[in-house]
T-cell receptor, first 118, second 108 residues
Framework: ETGVTQTPRHLVMGMTNKKSLKCEQH?????MYWYKQSAKKPLELMFV???????ENNSVPSRFSPECPNSSHLFLHLHTLQPEDSALYLC?????????????????FGSGTRLTVV | QKEVEQNSGPLSVPEGAIASLNCTYS??????FFWYRQYSGKSPELIMS????GDKEDGRFTAQLNKASQYVSLLIRDSQPSDSATYLC????????FGAGTRLTVKP
C-alpha cells in the first residue's frame, strides 16, 4: 500500500448511472489530485485541491464533479458518462502544492479505479 | 500547450545492460523533474527527482538534466527483468505534467 487508498478498484457503469470514486490518504499531505489515464496517452490532470480548496479544474466536463471535504479525502462524482470516459482514474497526494524543491515532493498515487462505461 | 515528450518504445535491453530513457519538455520555465515507474496494472511510483543541471545517482538509477537543451534522461545500470515496466517522465511548473511513457523490457 502506498498510503493512498482508492475505492472501488473496478467499476462498470451505464451511461445513465451515478457513481462516486473515493480516495483517502494517510500521509499527512495537504494537496490531492485526480488524474485520468487512457491507453497510450499521458496522464491527464483533472482537478487539484490544496488545503481542501480547489485550485485547478483542467477544463473537465461537468459530468465529473469533485468533492474534497478535508485534506485526507477526495471524491469524484460521476453522472451521465460517455463510453470515451472509460479509463483508469488515479488519485494522488503531495505534501504541498507549492513546495516544488523538496526531495520529498513527488506525488504518491493510489492504485486507481478502472472505470468502464457501457 | 506545454508538452512532455517520450519515445513510446518498446525499448528492449538484455539483462545486465544499461537502459537509457529520454524525455524532452517544451516549457523552459520548468523547475522540477521526476521519473515514475508504472508496472502493468499498477499505479505510478516515484523513483527519481532532479532539480539541478547534471547527474543525480540513486543506486542503479541515474537521472540527468540539461535545462539548456530541455532534456532529462534516466539511466538504469545492470538492468534486471524486474525493471520491466513503463517509465513516465514528469515535469513540474505549477502542475505535474506527464509524458505518455516509455515501455521497457529487460530480457533474461
Amino acid at each position: 500500500e502506498t498510503g493512498v487508498t482508492q475505492t472501488p478498484r473496478h467499476l462498470v457503469m451505464g451511461m445513465t448511472n451515478k457513481k462516486s470514486l473515493k480516495c483517502e490518504q494517510h500521509l499527512g499531505h495537504n494537496a490531492m489530485y485526480w488524474y485520468k489515464q487512457s491507453a497510450k496517452k499521458p496522464l491527464e490532470l483533472m482537478f487539484v485541491y490544496n488545503f481542501k480548496e480547489q485550485t485547478e479544474n483542467n477544463s473537465v466536463p461537468s459530468r465529473f464533479s469533485p468533492e474534497c471535504p478535508n485534506s485526507s479525502h477526495l471524491f469524484l462524482h460521476l453522472h451521465t458518462l460517455q463510453p470515451e470516459d472509460s479509463a483508469l482514474y488515479l488519485c494522488a497526494s503531495s505534501q504541498d502544492w507549492l513546495k516544488q524543491f523538496s526531495d520529498n515532493y513527488g506525488y504518491t498515487f493510489g492504485s486507481g479505479t478502472r472505470l468502464t462505461v457501457v | 500547450q506545454k508538452e512532455v515528450e517520450q519515445n513510446s518504445g518498446p525499448l528492449s535491453v538484455p539483462e545486465g545492460a544499461i537502459a537509457s530513457l529520454n524525455c524532452t519538455y517544451s516549457d523552459r520555465g520548468s523547475q522540477s523533474f521526476f521519473w515514475y515507474r508504472q508496472y502493468s496494472g499498477k499505479s505510478p511510483e516515484l523513483i527519481m527527482s532532479i532539480y539541478s543541471n547534471g547527474d543525480k545517482e540513486d543506486g542503479r538509477f541515474t537521472a540527468q538534466l540539461n535545462k539548456a537543451s530541455q532534456y532529462v534522461s534516466l539511466l538504469i545500470r545492470d538492468s534486471q527483468p524486474s525493471d520491466s515496466a513503463t517509465y513516465l517522465c514528469a515535469v513540474r511548473d505549477n502542475d505535474m505534467r506527464f509524458g505518455a511513457g516509455t515501455r521497457l523490457t529487460v530480457k533474461p
